[in-house]
């Protein structure tokens, strides 16, 4: 048996809940459980700490990340890709005013 059998990783989608630290950020996967007794779905969440190592994901935006090996006491997965990005209210508000005005000009 020289092959090495390659595992599949882990991967979940959740909301990064944090940016604030350097290269790492914090997301909240949350899934559906369904109860034993009475057979309703419940859900659960789970927040798991992530490398970002480029700190491409902000707060808000929906990722996928991935398990990797330990990179510190609590950080154990790794960011794949960002799936979609928050829309953010201030970029929303510049393009519906048509922009930053201009300096010396007066309303």
């Known amino acids: 048996?020289?092959?090495q059998v390659k595992?599949?990783?882990k991967r979940a989608r959740g909301v990064v809940k944090s940016d604030k630290m350097e290269k790492t950020i914090t997301v909240?996967?949350?899934r559906l459980v369904k109860?034993?007794?009475y057979g309703k779905y419940i859900r659960r969440r789970s927040t798991f700490m992530a490398h970002d190592p480029q700190d491409l994901a902000r707060e808000g935006d929906v990722v996928e990340i991935e398990?990797?090996?330990p990179l510190s006491r609590r950080k154990r997965w790794r960011l794949v890709r960002v799936l979609q990005r928050k829309r953010r209210a201030d970029a929303a508000t510049a393009v519906a005013e048509g922009g930053p005005a201009e300096a010396g000009e007066t309303s």
Do not use: F, G, I, N
């Open 1 to 3: 048996m020289s092959e």
């Open 7 to 9: 595992k599949q990783r």
């Open 28 to 30: 909240v996967v949350q």
């Open 35 to 37: 109860d034993p007794r």
């Open 67 to 69: 398990s990797t090996r």
